[in-house]
């Protein structure tokens, strides 16, 4: 059963940071096939934080310089680091991993980020 669990979600306060874990099992994605959305109340879910096929990696441009994300190819896992959090970065976030033709929504963690 191929499963993306997201951890490292909370309330931190403006200017802080939080780093999320998003760890696959059941199957081994490729490097570029896993990134992160986030979802706001009444808001549409978008894309955060990726890799190219290239393996060069992309960002929203809301989050861009703030926020990184990295993975650990053996662990089959990785990781959004999220620096100078601002109250509007207050989301669910998800890890989101495709591989043909499925694509996977880990359950999402909240972050919430109070001024």
């Known amino acids: 059963q191929v499963q993306l669990k997201e951890s490292g979600g909370g309330l931190v306060q403006a200017g802080g940071s939080l780093r999320l874990s998003c760890a696959a099992s059941?199957?081994?994605?490729?490097?570029?096939?896993i990134d992160w959305y986030r979802q706001a109340p009444g808001k549409q879910r978008q894309l955060v934080a990726g890799?190219?096929?290239?393996?060069?990696?992309k960002y929203a441009d809301s989050v861009r310089g703030r926020f990184t994300i990295s993975r650990d190819n053996a662990d089959n896992t990785v990781y959004l680091q999220m620096n100078s959090l601002k109250p509007e970065d207050t989301a669910v976030y998800y890890c989101?991993?495709?591989?043909?033709?499925?694509?996977?929504w880990g359950q999402g963690t909240q972050v919430t980020v109070s001024s």
């Open positions: 890799f190219t096929s290239t393996g060069s990696t």
């Open positions: 989101h991993g495709f591989r043909w033709p499925v694509n996977y």
């Open positions: 059941g199957v081994t994605f490729s490097s570029n096939a």
